[in-house]
C-alpha cells in the first residue's frame, strides 16, 4: 500500500463464522419460513456490510451518511449505525473501557448481522481501535459479507479539525482514553478498501465506494444464492 494512495482495494476475504453455542435447553435458533434470498430478491441487490475505521475526526460518519444518500436515492435499502447514535439507546450502557468498548462493537456486529439477513446494505460508523475486536466482528459473517473501509486520516489533521472538541479536551486530560491519544488504534492491514479524507473531498470518496460496491455486484440483483460476492 502506498502511503500516498488515495483510494487502495485489497482482497482480503471474510471469515465464515457459526453463530456460538446457546444455553442448552433453554433456547433454540428459530428458523422464519422468508429466507435472505427471498429478502434479497424483493430488494433487488444483496445484503452487505461496509465496516468503517479510522481515528476520531477522519470522516467515518461524513462518508457513511453521504454514501447512504447516495444508495437510497439508487433504491438501495440501507442504514447508517453510527458510533455515537447507538450509544444512544442500544449501547447506552456502556463506557469506554476496553471491555466495553468490545462489547459495543460486538452489539453493533451483531445488528449488523440481522440487517444483512434482511438484505440490507449496512454502513457501520465506529473508530472501533482494536485490530482484535474487528476481527471478532468479522467472524460474525459469512465470506463476501463484510467488507473493512479504513478512512485514513493523519493524528495532525484529525486534531485540526477536531468537530467535536474531544482532541482538546484530551490534550487537557479530560478524557484520558481517548483514541489516539491516551490509547492506541491499530491500522488495518488488510482492509478492503481504504479511503483517504486527506486527499480526496467526500464527493470523490463516495463515488470510490459506489465504484467498489458495483465492481462487488453488491447494487445488481441477488447473488446470495449463486455464491457470487
Same mark, same amino acid.
Given at each position: 500500500?502506498?502511503?500516498?494512495?488515495?483510494?487502495? %482495494?485489497?482482497?482480503?476475504?471474510?471469515?465464515?463464522?457459526?453463530?456460538?453455542?446457546?444455553?442448552?435447553?433453554?433456547?433454540?435458533?428459530?428458523? +422464519?419460513?422468508?429466507?435472505?434470498?427471498?429478502?434479497?430478491?424483493?430488494?433487488?441487490?444483496?445484503?452487505?456490510?461496509?465496516?468503517?475505521? &479510522?481515528? @476520531?475526526?477522519?470522516?467515518?460518519?461524513?462518508?457513511?451518511?453521504?454514501?447512504?444518500?447516495?444508495?437510497?436515492?439508487?433504491?438501495?435499502?440501507?442504514?447508517? *449505525?453510527?458510533?455515537?447514535?447507538?450509544?444512544?439507546?442500544?449501547?447506552?450502557? *456502556?463506557?469506554?473501557?476496553?471491555?466495553?468498548?468490545?462489547?459495543?462493537?460486538?452489539?453493533?456486529?451483531?445488528? +449488523?448481522?440481522?440487517?444483512?439477513?434482511? &438484505?440490507?446494505?449496512?454502513?457501520?460508523? *465506529?473508530?472501533?481501535?482494536?485490530? %482484535?475486536?474487528?476481527?471478532?466482528?468479522?467472524?460474525?459473517?459469512?465470506?463476501?459479507?463484510?467488507?473493512?473501509?479504513?478512512?485514513?486520516?493523519?493524528?495532525?489533521?484529525?486534531?485540526?479539525?477536531? @468537530?467535536?472538541?474531544?482532541?482538546?479536551?484530551?490534550?487537557?486530560?479530560?478524557? @484520558?482514553?481517548?483514541?489516539?491519544?491516551?490509547?492506541?488504534?491499530?491500522?488495518?492491514?488488510? @482492509?478492503?478498501?481504504?479511503?483517504?479524507?486527506?486527499?480526496?473531498?467526500?464527493?470523490?470518496?463516495?463515488?470510490?465506494?459506489?465504484?467498489?460496491?458495483?465492481?462487488?455486484?453488491?447494487?445488481?440483483?441477488?447473488?446470495?444464492?449463486?455464491?457470487?460476492?
Amino acid at each position: 500500500m502506498q502511503a500516498n494512495d488515495t483510494f487502495v %482495494e485489497a482482497g482480503a476475504a471474510g471469515t465464515a463464522a457459526g453463530r456460538g453455542d446457546a444455553p442448552v435447553g433453554q433456547v433454540a435458533w428459530q428458523r +422464519s419460513g422468508v429466507t435472505r434470498a427471498d429478502r434479497e430478491r424483493k430488494n433487488g441487490h444483496s445484503g452487505r456490510v461496509l465496516w468503517f475505521t &479510522g481515528l @476520531p475526526g477522519a470522516g467515518k460518519s461524513t462518508l457513511a451518511f453521504a454514501l447512504e444518500r447516495e444508495l437510497h436515492d439508487r433504491g438501495i435499502a440501507c442504514l447508517v *449505525l453510527d458510533g455515537d447514535n447507538v450509544r444512544h439507546g442500544l449501547c447506552r450502557d *456502556l463506557g469506554f473501557s476496553e471491555a466495553d468498548r468490545r462489547e459495543n462493537l460486538r452489539r453493533v456486529g451483531e445488528v +449488523s448481522k440481522l440487517f444483512v439477513e434482511a &438484505g440490507t446494505v449496512v454502513l457501520a460508523a *465506529l473508530v472501533s481501535p482494536s485490530g %482484535e475486536d474487528r476481527r471478532m466482528v468479522r467472524a460474525l459473517f459469512d465470506a463476501g459479507d463484510f467488507a473493512e473501509v479504513y478512512v485514513r486520516c493523519s493524528l495532525e489533521e484529525c486534531e485540526r479539525r477536531d @468537530p467535536k472538541g474531544l482532541y482538546k479536551k484530551a490534550r487537557s486530560g479530560l478524557i @484520558p482514553s481517548f483514541t489516539g491519544i491516551g490509547a492506541p488504534y491499530d491500522v488495518p492491514e488488510r @482492509p478492503e478498501l481504504t479511503i483517504d479524507t486527506q486527499l480526496a473531498p467526500a464527493g470523490e470518496s463516495v463515488a470510490a465506494l459506489i465504484a467498489y460496491l458495483e465492481r462487488r455486484g453488491d447494487l445488481l440483483g441477488s447473488t446470495a444464492e449463486s455464491g457470487q460476492f
